[in-house]
């Protein structure tokens, strides 16, 4: 089981970054998938989270109405679609999968995670 998350980088303040993860995982849309970060000196957050389907999602209230998480099932790929970026978003993000949990905020319900990806927003 392998997840490839990509699309990081440096951008500036109020820039855009969409972020991929590509999953080696079989039967992928059986798989509840999420975003979560992790600030240096800070532990790791939930950002956002989306269903088998893709028909729900989840978010933290600190990228709520800026980022969007969303799946293609046919392509086994997750995206976060990150808008109006801030200092503060600067962190390593990472995807993850779960295939008991629906949505969960909480790390340990997540079986598999990718290596992430260092997105880093200047001010």
């Known amino acids: 089981v392998q997840l490839q998350a990509s699309g990081g980088g440096l951008v500036q303040s109020g820039g855009s970054l969409r972020l991929s993860c590509a999953a080696s995982?079989?039967?992928?849309?059986?798989?509840?998938m999420a975003w979560f970060r992790q600030a240096p000196g800070k532990e790791r957050e939930f950002v956002a989270a989306?269903?088998?389907?893709?028909?729900?999602?989840n978010y933290a209230d600190s990228v709520k109405g800026r980022f969007a998480i969303s799946r293609d099932n046919a392509k086994n790929t997750v995206y976060l679609q990150m808008n109006s970026l801030k200092p503060e978003d600067t962190a390593v993000y990472y995807c993850?999968?779960?295939?008991?949990?629906?949505?969960?905020?909480?790390?340990?319900?997540?079986?598999?995670w990718g290596q992430g990806t260092q997105v880093t927003v200047s001010s």
């Open positions: 989306i269903s088998r389907s893709g028909g729900n999602t």
């Open positions: 993850a999968a779960s295939a008991t949990y629906v949505l969960s905020t909480v790390s340990r319900s997540y079986a598999y």
């Open positions: 995982l079989r039967s992928f849309s059986s798989y509840s």
